[in-house]
C-alpha cells in the first residue's frame, strides 16, 4: 500500500508537471517565439528586398572589336534608355574617352588592342571625347550582358534622402509605423542610421550585392540592415 506521503509525493509530482506544460502552452499561444523570429526575419527581408530594388539600375556591357582609331556605333538595338551614360575600356583594363548620345557612341580607340567593353547605365559618370570618326566605321558587335545592379549613384542619393524623407523611405522600404531602421556597409561607404535608444531590441542580418560604381566598376560589397 501507498502511505500519504507517497500519494502525496505522486500528487505534486502531477501539480508541477501540469503548472510546466500549462507555462509552455502559454508561452506557444501567446508568446510565441517562434513567430517573433519568423517576423523578425520578413521584415528584415522585406526591407533588404525594398532596399535593393529602390537602389538598383540596369546596365548593359558589349563587347566591341574595331581597328579605327576612333570608331562610332549604333547602339540603339541594345541600349533603350535615353538616359544612359557610357564607360569604356579596353579589354586589358585602360580606361577609354567615350560620349554616348541618341542611341550612337563615340569611342577613341587608338593606341589599344582594337577591342574593348562599352558599359551603360544610368548610375553612371558623364564621359566625353572630340575624336572624329571614319566616314565608314568599321566595327563588330560581339557579346552583349544585361543586368540589374545596386547603383553608387542612387545610393548617395538614399544617404541624402533618409533624414529629410526617413518617413517616406520607410512607407517605401516597408517598414512598420512603430520600428525605425538603418542600413550600413561593412567597408563605411554608405550608412545611413539613426540613434538607437538604449532599451530598444535590434534585430539585422546581412546581406551581399554587386553594386555599379561610377567609374564603371562592379565590387561586391556586404551591408547591413538593422530594424528596432
Not at 541600349?79 to 577613341?108: A, I, Q
Not at 540613434?195 to 567609374?215: G, Y
Request: hydrophobic share 40%; glycine share 6%; net charge neutral.
Amino acid at each position: 500500500m501507498i502511505g500519504k506521503r507517497g500519494i502525496a509525493s505522486h500528487l505534486e509530482m502531477i501539480i508541477a508537471f501540469a503548472i510546466f506544460i500549462s507555462f509552455v502552452t502559454f508561452l506557444m499561444l501567446y508568446i510565441r517565439p517562434y513567430k517573433q523570429e519568423a517576423l523578425a526575419d520578413s521584415i528584415l527581408d522585406g526591407l533588404h528586398d525594398s532596399f535593393v530594388e529602390y537602389a538598383s539600375t540596369n546596365m548593359t556591357k558589349i563587347f566591341v572589336k574595331s581597328s579605327d582609331p576612333c570608331v562610332q556605333l549604333n547602339v540603339n538595338s541594345f541600349v533603350s534608355s535615353p538616359n544612359d551614360r557610357s564607360f569604356v575600356k579596353s579589354v586589358s583594363g585602360e580606361k577609354l574617352n567615350s560620349v554616348f548620345s541618341s542611341g550612337s557612341l563615340k569611342v577613341e580607340n587608338s593606341g589599344t588592342s582594337g577591342a574593348f567593353y562599352a558599359y551603360f547605365s544610368d548610375g553612371l559618370d558623364a564621359s566625353a571625347t572630340s575624336c572624329t570618326p571614319a566616314p565608314t566605321p568599321s566595327y563588330t558587335v560581339g557579346s552583349i550582358e544585361s543586368k540589374r545592379l545596386v547603383s553608387e549613384l542612387k545610393l548617395e542619393n538614399i544617404k541624402s534622402e533618409y533624414a529629410p524623407n526617413y518617413a517616406r523611405l520607410k512607407e517605401i522600404f516597408g517598414i512598420p509605423s512603430t520600428k525605425d531602421f538603418g542600413i550600413e556597409s561593412v567597408d563605411g561607404s554608405f550608412v545611413v542610421k539613426r540613434n538607437i535608444p538604449e532599451a530598444a531590441i535590434v534585430i539585422s542580418k546581412s546581406f551581399a550585392s554587386e553594386v555599379l560604381q561610377k567609374n564603371g566598376s562592379i565590387v561586391n560589397r556586404e551591408f547591413i540592415y538593422k530594424v528596432w
